[in-house]
């Protein structure tokens, strides 16, 4: 199971999250956002990454802001967190995440059908875009993803002490964690090994399963 740690801002946390084994580094475009890091910050915390790939987190900006901070800042993917129609993917310059909230504007054929390599799942809120560490009903969600075509990260109140059902449920290409990895909006750098330890520790990948074949052909991503 992958692992994508979001909302970094600090040398010290891009640092511990890729010594720890994270697959995944987010980092946040969204000026309302309280994990808002400038292009210039990202674009040197990303020269110290040798192995996890480097995501910028964007919700509904201009496409063409979109690949030039891509662009500046090295990255590898882009993760679209708004609502960002089809035609808006195909033009970005990189491999596309989309995120989807469950409870309000998630589909399987919507989702199957979107220009992504990565579809994420996320917590519904009225006041935020994502990031609000709330759990959503894992159980009735799961089932409705098993019939996803596209690798699935599972996001939304994921934390040491739940990623095993999280695994054991969804079965998904990976989890995203940001909120349960801080204290006082902040990284911290036990948490983040705490849950690493807890992440990878298991050894299941479901080598046969439908989205462990689809996980193998991202690997190169």
Known sequence: MKVK????RTEEAVFAAEEAGADFLGFVFY??????????????????????????????????????IAEFCGLDLVQLHGHEPPEYARAVRRPVIKAFRWGDDFSVEKANAYPAEIVLLDSFSKETVGGTGERFRWREAAAETARLEKPLLVAGGVASGNVQEADELFRPYGVDVSG??????????????????????????????????????????
């Open 5 to 8: 740690i979001c909302g970094l």
């Open 180 to 221: 349960s990895l801080e204290i006082e909006r902040q990284k911290s750098i036990e948490k983040i090994r705490e849950f690493m330890a807890a992440a990878k520790g298991r050894g299941s990948e479901g080598a046969g399963s439908p989205v462990c074949r689809r996980e193998r052909r991202l690997s190169d991503a």
């Open 31 to 68: 000026g309302k956002s309280p994990r808002h890091v400038l292009p210039e910050a990202v674009r040197d915390l990303t020269r110290h990454v040798h192995r996890a790939k480097t995501v910028g987190v964007f919700v509904d900006a201009a496409v063409d802001e979109v690949n030039v």
